[in-house]
């Protein structure tokens, strides 16, 4: 089944410990998304990619970057993660020209210690 | 700040009841969508209206838009315990080219007891 995969499912790193996220999609969508979703929060886009065009939010804070090496493959890299970037990060992907819906992957669990 | 907000935030009720959240937002949209989140995963695509539709049905669910009170309800009729989960609003909006961007609103946590 055509799918958006996130590795790992969970993740604990060290406070400052540079950590990366994985994604992954078989539904061969132009457009791919990161989102940050704290504690029974709604989820808050950081960035995305439209192909290779990368996007950041004005508000992203320089922590986060982002890496798209081709269709399938994104990866949210977060240089010194703070006890605050504790969250649950969703991947979603997306082809505008067919719709408008995003397809999103389980997410994967951060805790910082 | 968030696009959407959402009521009620939390909602209980039996199983085959109807369940009604709605969802307000500020500015001028696109369409809006509503997924659902169960617990501790991502989210998933329910359904989608544009903004020249007023009313939308899929299955149990039925979705309102009054873009002049820029507000939307989302309707499960005869719910099931499988139907709990958190539900969110989320308006599109156009990026400038083909990207659409959502913002979610606070989101409805709905229990439905068996």
């Known amino acids: 089944d055509a799918m958006v995969i996130q590795n790992p499912r969970y993740q604990v790193t060290q406070f400052g410990k540079p950590v990366t996220l994985s994604c992954s999609q078989t539904l061969n969508h132009n457009v791919m998304y990161w989102y940050q979703q704290k504690s029974s929060q709604a989820p808050k886009l950081l960035f995305h990619?439209?192909?290779?065009?990368?996007?950041n939010e004005a508000d992203t804070p320089d922590n986060f970057q982002s890496r798209r090496p081709n269709t399938s493959f994104c990866f949210l890299d977060i240089r010194s993660p703070g006890l605050g970037d504790a969250a649950m990060y969703l991947c979603a992907t997306s082809s505008p020209p067919r719709g408008n819906t995003q397809y999103f992957g389980p997410g994967t669990r951060l805790t910082v210690l | 700040s968030q696009q959407g907000e959402e009521d009620p935030q939390a909602l209980s009720i039996q199983e085959g009841e109807n369940a009604t959240m709605n969802c307000s937002y500020k500015t001028s949209i696109n369409n809006l969508q509503w997924y659902r989140q169960n617990s501790g995963r991502g989210l998933v695509h329910l359904i989608l209206i544009r903004s020249n539709e007023r009313e939308k049905h899929s299955g149990r669910l039925r979705v309102t838009l009054d873009t002049s009170k820029k507000s939307s309800s989302l309707l499960i009729t005869a719910s099931r315990a499988a139907d709990t989960a958190s539900y969110f609003c989320?308006?599109?909006?156009?990026?400038?080219?083909?990207?659409?961007?959502?913002?979610f609103g606070t989101g409805t946590l709905l229990a439905v007891q068996p």
């Open positions: 990619y439209y192909d290779k065009d990368f996007n």
């Open positions: 989320a308006t599109g909006l156009n990026y400038g080219g083909a990207t659409n961007k959502l913002i």
